[in-house]
């Protein structure tokens, strides 16, 4: 299975901004283990600009332009030697991407990009791929990696995109608000009422919400890829998504697979 996995700074730093080692190392494991099954792995990995604050000793998120792309050069490189230590330890090289929407957009890049990655994915090396935060202005850049990972997987043609979230899934209702609100498991069309159930606000070193990761899963549902909202509390998660074990997380059906 080609799998794409999009993993957010909530599940890879603490709120301080500095590495969650323990979340991390867990999630560089399994993910060596589904390659080492034969599965084909991409990952998406945020967590540049919050690790930048940690690393910079900065207060909080910055808010201009240049301290964020600063912060997420800093962050980067951290986000990348973490990578690397932890993947070499079983035996898994891995290949950074960075990537405004102009890669999408223009055919060219497009197709530099593409055959680049299918040559790291025939070399069994492990895509990372973030945006490039130090030269995307608001004009070209894809914004966040929710979205990011959604023109990825469609772009490598993946079976399955995974978004490790802080949320277990999609909910009935707001469950911050609503003590009643369900998961709900199994959403076979993204409608206009999938997006009325997601609410807006992302965590504090984060950048999307629930509606950035409704708005992937309509982008790659309609390109034939499932995707999965899913709590990257426990990676070991990742077993139960690939094996199919429906329970815990939100699956999208791709259009194909109804
Ligand atoms: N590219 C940003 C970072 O690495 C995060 C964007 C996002 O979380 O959606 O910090």
Same mark, same amino acid.
């Given at each position: 299975m080609k799998i794409v996995?999009?993993?957010?700074t909530s599940t890879l730093a603490h709120a301080t901004g500095k590495l969650n080692i323990r979340k991390t190392a867990e999630?560089?494991?399994?993910?060596?283990?589904l390659k080492n099954a034969g599965?084909?792995?991409?990952?998406?990995?945020?967590? =540049?600009?919050?690790?930048?604050?940690?690393k910079l000793g900065?207060?909080?998120?910055p808010t201009d332009i240049p301290t964020k792309q600063?912060? =997420?050069?800093?962050?980067?490189?951290?986000?990348?030697?973490?990578?690397?230590?932890?993947f070499?330890?079983?035996?898994h090289t891995v290949a950074q991407i960075?990537?405004?929407?102009?890669?999408?957009? =223009?055919?060219?890049?497009?197709?530099?990009?593409?055959n680049t990655i299918t040559r790291l994915l025939e070399l069994n090396a492990l895509p990372i791929i973030n945006e490039n935060d130090t030269v995307a202005t608001q004009e070209i850049k894809v914004g966040d990696n929710d979205t990011l990972s959604a023109l990825v997987a469609v772009s490598v043609q993946a079976d399955l995109l995974v978004i490790l979230s802080d949320v277990d899934g999609l909910y009935s209702a707001d469950p911050h608000k609503n003590a009643d609100a369900k998961l709900i498991e199994s959403v076979y069309a993204v409608t206009d009422e999938t997006f009325e159930k997601a609410g807006g606000a992302g965590s504090a070193l984060g950048t999307g919400g629930m509606k950035t990761k409704i708005k992937a899963a309509k982008i790659c549902t309609e390109s034939g890829c499932d995707v999965v909202i899913a709590n990257g509390e426990n990676p070991?998660?990742?077993?139960?998504?690939?094996?199919?074990?429906?329970?815990?997380y939100t699956r999208f059906f791709a259009k194909k697979s109804l």
């Open positions: 996995i999009k993993v957010g999630l560089c494991r399994v993910i060596s283990d599965n084909e792995v991409v990952l998406v990995s945020s967590g =540049a600009i919050g690790m930048g604050v940690g900065l207060q909080s998120k600063a912060a =997420a050069a800093v962050g980067q490189c951290e986000l990348m030697y973490t990578y690397d230590r932890l070499t330890e079983y035996n960075l990537l405004t929407g102009d890669d999408f957009s =223009a055919e060219d890049r497009h197709e530099n990009f593409t070991e998660i990742l077993y139960d998504i690939v094996n199919g074990n429906q329970t815990g």
